[in-house]
């Protein structure tokens, strides 16, 4: 620990340096370990508030616990852990560059033989100062992983643009326990929220970097298979995935006109009968899946279409999905195509899930996102 930074970060003075040498030969002649090169070591700093305890200075000891947000019971603070976010309607909440870099240090620290992925007992040491790991079995059908199913890098990163954007509150926790605040006064200036996609819409355009896609189809079309081939997992691949630990998000980054983007998928479970909530409506672009194969399938589309999100300024793509086999006349009123023109749509995109889905299809998704 950097002695003249905790100094000055708890008491708002630098130590004198004759006071500090002072300090530095009283841990020297009692721990051995207790002075590094940098400063003080954690053996140092432990001795350093037991002198102080064991003198009467407890008030000392008490300064730099509540600089790191603890309080009178040794725990932290809920405002250390939650700081106040207004989030307005429309708005999301996306990492700035000094949550990427934070994030991304953590990883590094802890990817011990630098293969780029977080083996279960490196994941484990990453999250040691949590209370629990923030994510459960379904995170490995989330995020991209390697074949053994430990988490990349990139996978990694998407999970915490995917928390982020999802629930910042937990973002902000975790970045409290993980240390954040070592280098920063707040976590607030790891998150950054967006203007409105009113306002997007209105301009079409975007500054925003995390793009929301929910996913509407009926059973059995291959929803599942759209939001895992985000991740570029094939059919046979899929097919192998325990129906428990399945995902209804699904986040990869992508490359938008030759700048990053994350796109999330969110399978949208909703019958014709049912309403959609505002906040299953908060999103970016939305895809109705149909089957080609399946003639009862685009019904479900249209009817949705018309029921939840026609009055809706979001942008609509049609996907066709199993176009590597031979299609069949819907039965409604209207074929695709013409559906889509009547409507002012994009032509109906048809995707083969032959092996894995092309990434042209979630290029297409991003694009519309960021030119709506």
């Not at 790891?190 to 819409?201: E, N, P, V, Y």
């Not at 699904?250 to 505002?278: A, F, P, W």
């Not at 026609?310 to 199993?322: M, N, T």
């Not at 176009?323 to 013409?338: C, F, H, S």
Request: charged share 20%.
């Amino acid at each position: 620990m950097r002695d003249v930074w905790l100094q000055r970060r708890c008491f708002n003075v630098p130590l004198q340096p004759q006071a500090l040498e002072d300090v530095k030969a009283v841990v020297r002649k009692h721990i051995p370990d207790g002075v590094s090169q940098d400063g003080i070591s954690l053996s140092g700093f432990l001795f350093i508030h037991t002198l102080f305890i064991q003198r009467g200075r407890h008030e000392t000891t008490w300064t730099v616990l509540r600089k790191f947000g603890y309080d009178d019971n040794l725990d932290l603070n809920d405002y250390y852990l939650w700081p106040q976010l207004e989030i307005p309607p429309g708005c999301s909440t996306e990492l700035t560059h000094q949550g990427f870099h934070f994030f991304i240090t953590m990883f590094e620290k802890y990817d011990e033989d630098a293969d780029s992925c977080l083996s279960p007992t490196e994941l484990r040491n990453l999250f040691s100062t949590c209370p629990v790991i923030p994510w459960g079995p379904d995170v490995n059908n989330t995020i991209e992983t390697n074949e053994q199913g430990w988490i990349t890098k990139e996978g990694y990163l998407a999970q915490w643009v995917l928390t982020t954007c999802l629930d910042p509150q937990r973002t902000a926790e975790y970045l409290a326990y993980l240390g954040y605040m070592y280098d920063h006064d707040s976590q607030v200036s790891a998150l950054h929220i967006t203007r409105s996609r009113k306002l997007d819409l209105k301009l079409k355009q975007t500054t925003r970097t995390v793009f929301q896609c929910n996913v509407i189809g009926p059973k059995g079309v291959g929803k599942t298979l759209f939001l895992q081939g985000l991740l570029e997992r094939s059919l046979k691949y899929v097919a192998t995935l325990s129906k428990e630990h399945m995902s209804k998000y699904t986040c990869n980054r992508l490359q938008v006109y030759g700048q990053d983007k994350y796109l999330m998928l969110h399978e949208i479970d909703v019958g014709l009968s049912d309403s959609l909530t505002s906040s299953e409506m908060m999103c970016d672009v939305i895809c109705l899946l149909f089957d080609v194969t399946n003639p009862k399938t685009f019904e479900f589309c249209a009817r949705s279409y018309l029921k939840h999100i026609a009055e809706r300024a979001v942008p609509i793509l049609i996907v066709g999905c199993k176009a590597d086999q031979k299609p069949v006349l819907q039965d409604y009123e209207l074929q695709p195509n013409q559906f889509c023109r009547k409507h002012r749509l994009p032509p109906p995109y048809y995707v083969s899930v032959a092996d894995k889905l092309s990434r042209d299809v979630y290029f297409k998704i991003a694009s519309m996102a960021a030119y709506p």
